[in-house]
T-cell receptor, first 116, second 115 residues
Framework: DAGVIQSPRHEVTEMGQEVTLRCKPI?????LFWYRQTMMRGLELLIY????????DSGMPEDRFSAKMPNASFSTLKIQPSEPRDSAVYFC??????????????FGPGTRLLVL | AQSVTQLGSHVSVSEGALVLLRCNYS??????LFWYVQYPNQGLQLLLK??????LVKGINGFEAEFKKSETSFHLTKPSAHMSDAAEYFC?????????????FGQGTTLQVKP
């Protein structure tokens, strides 16, 4: 299996620009999670989906952030407009519904975002 | 509400020495507990998990952890550190019953292994 795929791996942009992060979960997984990692706040859950439906977006910092999951194999996290304080590593993780492993989240390699 | 506290943001050991990374949790329901490892510039990789079966859990790379309900702890150990163990380690908790899949992470512990 290819694992969780994220793109781009690195993104440098200027304040005010739109940023779109992409994630392809592991095939057959039905839950998808977006996390943000910073030195100050550690790992924070932003939003998660079950069967392509957003279940909990209470971690999304503000309206500038939005996430979609149009189908089972693709999700996006968009920041518009971006600000320097959004600089972080963004991780996507997926989880199966298969009994015996449904507790485990599998993480992608992350997207390192720098907003200048 | 659930929370995780990792005691010690940095731990340094000599190669061959015992590794002990501490994790205490708070949970109003029986928890599931996890240890993840993150190597530089990589994503998180599952080391081991506790899901209400055996309290002593063995994971990959020679790591193990013991769930102690009375102490609300889930400390990670390895008898003999290897240079390749240098990484950041995260303890995480989720509700065991009606598992929503949400993970609450600790702040992480950076393990340094000295030659």
């Amino acid at each position: 299996d290819a694992g969780v795929i994220q793109s781009p791996r690195h993104e440098v942009t200027e304040m005010g620009q739109e940023v779109t992060l992409r994630c392809k979960p592991i095939s057959g997984h039905n839950s998808l999670f977006w996390y943000r990692q910073t030195m100050m706040r550690g790992l924070e859950l932003l939003i998660y989906f079950n069967n392509n439906v957003p279940i909990d977006d209470s971690g999304m910092p503000e309206d500038r952030f939005s996430a979609k999951m149009p189908n089972a194999s693709f999700s996006t996290l968009k920041i518009q407009p971006s600000e320097p304080r959004d600089s972080a590593v963004y991780f996507c993780a997926s989880r199966t519904a298969r009994w015996g492993d449904l507790e485990t989240q599998y993480f992608g390699p992350g997207t390192r975002l720098l907003v200048l | 509400a659930q929370s995780v506290t990792q005691l010690g943001s940095h731990v340094s050991v000599s190669e061959g020495a015992l590794v002990l990374l501490r994790c205490n949790y708070s949970s109003s329901v029986p928890p599931y507990l996890f240890w993840y490892v993150q190597y530089p510039n990589q994503g998180l990789q599952l080391l081991l998990k506790y899901t209400s079966a055996a309290t002593l859990v063995k994971g990959i790379n020679g790591f193990e952890a013991e769930f102690k309900k009375s102490e609300t702890s889930f400390h990670l150990t390895k008898p003999s550190a290897h240079m390749s163990d240098a990484a950041e380690y995260f303890c995480a908790v989720s509700p065991g019953s009606g598992n929503t899949g949400k993970l609450i992470f600790g702040q992480g512990t950076t393990l340094q292994v000295k030659p």
